[in-house]
């Protein structure tokens, strides 16, 4: 069984940085990847950024160079690091586990009914 859990939302201020971290079991890390995606109330879910086959990395244009998505030796462990945030990156964050290549594509075309999530953890960042 796959387990997901994210913890390491919170509030901040434009400008600011947190750190989302992500805890998953239960999958073969030679099988899968892991990513991140947010989503708002009523809103279609965005992929944020994914680490994929080879330990690519993966980002929406939206956080490039303001994100930064990391995986621990074990590959079971998924943190983002985020930094000069926005009143846009308002979310809910989901971290996922899902075949490397819908990860790669931050599950454009794809779809995320076959990831494995969690319960989200929610980021509210204010001016």
């Known amino acids: 069984q796959v387990k997901v859990a994210e913890s390491g939302g919170g509030s901040a201020q434009v400008g600011e940085s947190l750190r989302l971290s992500c805890a998953a079991s239960g999958f073969s890390p030679e099988s899968y990847c892991m990513g991140w995606f947010r989503q708002l109330p009523g809103k279609e879910p965005e992929g944020v950024a994914g680490i994929g086959d080879g330990n690519s990395t993966h980002y929406a244009d939206s956080v490039k160079g303001r994100f930064t998505i990391s995986q621990d030796n074990t590959k079971y462990n998924l943190y983002l690091e985020m930094n000069n945030l926005n009143p846009e990156d308002t979310a809910k964050y989901y971290c996922?586990?899902?075949?490397?290549?819908?990860?790669?594509?931050?599950?454009?075309?794809?779809?995320?009914?076959?990831?494995?999530r969690g319960q989200g953890t929610q980021v509210d960042v204010s001016s």
């Open positions: 996922a586990v899902d075949r490397c290549w819908r990860i790669e594509a931050l599950w454009v075309g794809y779809g995320l009914t076959q990831a494995w």
